[in-house]
Each structure stands twice: as structure tokens, then as C-alpha cells.
């Protein structure tokens, strides 16, 4: 367990989709949205790891077309996010001492939605951790799993919230300037589309 858990902070650490959308949230939006979007992504882990203990995961990964229509809804959620940030202007954004600009709730869906449809995801929790199920531990082997897919939230979220905490400080020094929010705008949605076109660079 815990060499498990070493590897899933060397993981977390590793730049990766999940890390970078925690990175362009918080500098667009301040530290504490982006604690709000960990919370989904580690939400969206405990969905991963649901779906791998019923077998749904290997069904998915084994359907090409199933595969791929998550790689499109993924992409296409992405891509509207983009929209959302190239959309807006410096003039037009609004500054305050936090930082938020949008409800913590939309922000906690976000890292659902984008952790629930990343098809790499799905792939990651079927490699990485049922190899790590010892056949031979008194402990039932769905048990383990669950035991397995807590830390690596664990893992995530120190990680994560770390990203989030240097994030937001860069967004709380940049607040009194309209374009340098502008720019954060623009480099989240740049992001975005990044992700969007990585989905399909299986």
C-alpha cells in the first residue's frame, strides 16, 4: 500500500490533463475554485473507480465505438470551455479579493465532468490499479481496490491542492490588473483546447 501510494504521488506529479485544468482554474479563478474543482476530480475518481469494480471500465476500454464517443463529449465539453474563457474581455472582468467569478457548485461539476469523460482516465484506473491487487493479501480483491483508489485520491488531492495554492497566489498578485485577467483567460482557454486535442492522442 504504500509503494502504491509513492507511485500515485509521482503520478499526480507527472503533468497530465488533470493537473493542468487544476492549474489554468485556479489562476483564472483563485485557489479556493480551485479546491472546488479537486473535490470534483477526486469525486470523479470515486466514480473510476466504481466503474472498475463493476467491470464496466474493461467494457468501455474494450469498445472502440463506446471509447470513442467519450473521447468526443470530453472534447467537445472542453472545447466549450475554451469558448467560456476566449469570451471574455478585460474590460468586462471583474475583480474582487477572492477571485471567483463563478459559482463554487459549476466549478465542482466541472471536475466531475471532466474527469468522467476523459477516456484516458478510464484507461489509467484499469492499468494502474488492478495490477497493484495482491491475489494473496487476506483481503478481498474489490476490498483492495477501494482501499487502492482511496489513496490515490489522497494522492491527488495533495498534489492538487498544492497546484491550486500557487495557482491562486499568482491570481491574487495579478488582481489589480483587467488584462493580466484577460490573459489568464486566454491561457485557460488555450488549455482547454490543448486537452481537447489530446483526448484523441491515444
Not at 509513492?6 to 483563485?30: E, K, W, Y
Not at 477572492?98 to 492499468?127: C, D, W
Not at 489522497?154 to 491562486?168: N, W, Y
Request: hydrophobic residues 60%; proline residues 5%; glycine residues 8%.
Amino acid at each position: 500500500m504504500l509503494e502504491f501510494f509513492i507511485a500515485a504521488l509521482v503520478v499526480a506529479v507527472a503533468p497530465g490533463p488533470d493537473n493542468l485544468f487544476v492549474l489554468a482554474q485556479s489562476a483564472t479563478h483563485g485557489a479556493k475554485a480551485g479546491f472546488c474543482v479537486i473535490c470534483g476530480l477526486c469525486t470523479g475518481i470515486v466514480i473510476q473507480v466504481t466503474l472498475l469494480v463493476l467491470g464496466v471500465s474493461a467494457l468501455i476500454a474494450a469498445s472502440p465505438k463506446a471509447f470513442f464517443v467519450m473521447q468526443c463529449l470530453g472534447a467537445a465539453y472542453l472545447l466549450y470551455l475554451a469558448y467560456k474563457s476566449f469570451r471574455v474581455r478585460a474590460g468586462t472582468v471583474k475583480l474582487n479579493e477572492g477571485g471567483e467569478r463563478l459559482p463554487l457548485r459549476k466549478l465542482y461539476l466541472r471536475g466531475i465532468i471532466m474527469n468522467i469523460t476523459n477516456p484516458k482516465a478510464v484507461l489509467f484506473a484499469l492499468s494502474f490499479i488492478p495490477p497493484a491487487v495482491k491475489m494473496d493479501s487476506p483481503l478481498n480483491p474489490t476490498v483492495q481496490m477501494v482501499i487502492l483508489g482511496a489513496e490515490f485520491i489522497l494522492a491527488t488531492f495533495i498534489v492538487f491542492g498544492s497546484v491550486a495554492l500557487l495557482a491562486g497566489a499568482v491570481k491574487k498578485f495579478m488582481l489589480k490588473s483587467p488584462k493580466a485577467n484577460r490573459n489568464l483567460n486566454w491561457f485557460s482557454g488555450a488549455v482547454f483546447v490543448l486537452l481537447a486535442v489530446a483526448l484523441f492522442a491515444l
